[in-house]
């Protein structure tokens, strides 16, 4: 089974801070899942990635396959980009059997 | 958005009823997920399907089972609900090498 470790689990920040979420796993994959849960439950696919860095507006996501490490970071973080984030990998038994991690639950204080 | 749906939104069951969620797509996606996701545990696949009459196991796919008769509708079954089940189980979609898109979530509360 493909663990995936995030960190932290929790972050509170003010707004305008630059905010990184961390994500490893242990076994090599083909892509890595951001995804975000809004409070009311909804979830949204963010960066499905597989090397190097890819941008959408203020959030950036990278990732280092050979450290088996991605990170996303939002710049000037808003109140609104509070949510819980959850990254996600394929699992051994084939790639579109996704393991999650646990989730970031992030606050932005106004 | 993608176009998926999910039924009910809510629902209250009794121990040992049966229970079917429906997941329907007006995208044409090939591949289709039932997640259950609970606290301490995060997401978790419960079965998926990858073409019309073709499914395959999750990680906690004990007491439920799936259908997949036309391409826009999955179906997830638990044949005697425990209270184990008590979850919110959402539906997913994706195409081959594509992201995946939620539903909105069924909250299901086995009393």
């Known amino acids: 089974k493909n663990e995936v470790e995030q960190s932290p689990q929790n972050l509170t920040a003010q707004e305008g801070e630059f905010i990184t979420i961390n994500c490893s796993y242990s076994v090599g994959i083909s892509a890595l899942h951001w995804l975000q849960q809004h409070p009311g439950g909804g979830i949204v696919s963010l960066f499905m990635l597989s090397s190097g860095k890819k941008k959408h507006g203020r959030l950036i996501a990278t990732i280092n396959i050979q450290e088996k490490h991605s990170s996303l970071h939002i710049t000037a973080s808003h109140p609104r980009d509070s949510a819980v984030y959850i990254c996600a990998v394929p699992g051994i038994q084939g790639a579109q059997k996704l393991v999650f991690g646990q989730g970031t639950r992030l606050t932005i204080n106004p | 958005d993608a176009g998926i749906t999910q039924s009910p939104r809510h629902k209250v069951t009794e121990t040992g009823t049966p229970v079917t969620l429906r997941c329907h797509q007006t995208?044409?996606?090939?591949?289709m997920y039932w997640y259950r996701q609970d606290p301490g545990h995060g997401l978790r696949l419960i079965h998926y399907?990858?073409?019309?009459?073709?499914?395959d196991k999750g990680e906690v796919s004990d007491g439920y089972s799936v259908s997949r008769s036309k391409t826009e509708d999955f179906l997830l079954t638990l044949e005697s609900a425990t209270s184990s089940q008590t979850s919110v189980y959402f539906c997913?979609?994706?195409?081959?090498?594509?992201?995946?898109?939620f539903g909105p979530g069924t909250r299901l509360l086995v009393l």
């Open positions: 997913a979609i994706s195409d081959v090498g594509e992201t995946q898109y």
């Open positions: 995208e044409n996606h090939r591949y």
């Open positions: 399907s990858y073409g019309v009459k073709d499914t």
